[in-house]
């Protein structure tokens, strides 16, 4: 083969590379630049009749690049949104459902409010702040003291499940004080809170019961501390 023709066809080859930098950008690029050119075409073509034959054919396309999404209620639907922003709006067929708009899909989600209302405070949680406000209702009584020392000892257990220290029962007292707007007063009184080792205690017996992936231990600590192996009652007969 002569080698001149060789090297021009190269070069001509080399000259016409489309480098990604150059090329337009795609709107969805999971669907790749061929698809982006089928939708490019369609649109340009000025026959509506030939137009929505093309459209059809790329939804068929585009389904069958998808088919974990088969089994989807509004699979579809999908597609059909997909293609008119693929074709920036431009697409003018029609379509078995409503056509998306631009300004639809600019449309910016209401900003969420944090829940937490005491972020200071944010390791005793929502509910320690609903069961402030039920004891706020509630008349003064037994029933309503008793009420009040269990949300404080549940405070200082929480306080110390995240924080992983020891804390002083005025400093639970404080917080009370606080999050009940001065209503739950505990900052004088003499009652004292579950001891602080007993509530790490709890905390380490919580945490060890929750194993990764939930896998039950293999053997028992009976069976373990003997070193044998839990097996049927079976096992040690003879064979026959």
Do not use: C
Request: hydrophobic residues 30%; proline residues 5%.
């Amino acid at each position: 083969m002569n080698t001149k023709y060789i090297k021009e066809v190269a070069n001509d080859v080399v000259h016409h590379l489309e480098y990604n930098a150059e090329r337009t950008h795609l709107i969805i690029p999971e669907y790749g630049r061929h698809l982006q050119k089928l939708i490019n075409q369609a649109t340009a073509i000025e026959d509506r009749e030939e137009r929505n034959k093309a459209a059809k054919y790329i939804i068929q396309v585009m389904g069958s690049l998808n088919p974990h999404l088969r089994d989807v209620p509004d699979f579809q639907h999908k597609l059909w949104d997909q293609l008119f922003i693929m074709s920036d709006f431009d697409l003018d067929v029609e379509s078995p459902y409503p056509v998306p708009t631009r300004e639809v899909l600019q449309l910016k989600p209401d900003a969420l409010k944090y829940p937490q209302n005491f972020p200071k405070y944010r390791y005793y949680g929502n509910n320690i702040k609903y069961m402030i406000d039920v004891a706020n209702k509630w008349e003064d009584g037994e029933m309503k003291n008793a009420l009040v020392k269990v949300i404080a000892n549940h405070m200082k257990k929480s306080y110390l499940s995240w924080n992983k220290d020891t804390v002083k029962d005025d400093v639970i007292f404080e917080h009370l004080y606080e999050l009940s707007d001065g209503k739950l007063n505990l900052i004088q009184s003499t009652q004292e809170l579950l001891n602080t080792t007993d509530l790490l205690r709890t905390n380490k017996r919580v945490s060890n019961k929750i194993t990764p992936g939930g896998q039950p231990k293999i053997q028992s600590n009976k069976n373990a501390k003997a070193g044998k192996s839990p097996t049927h009652k079976n096992q040690n007969r003879k064979p026959l």
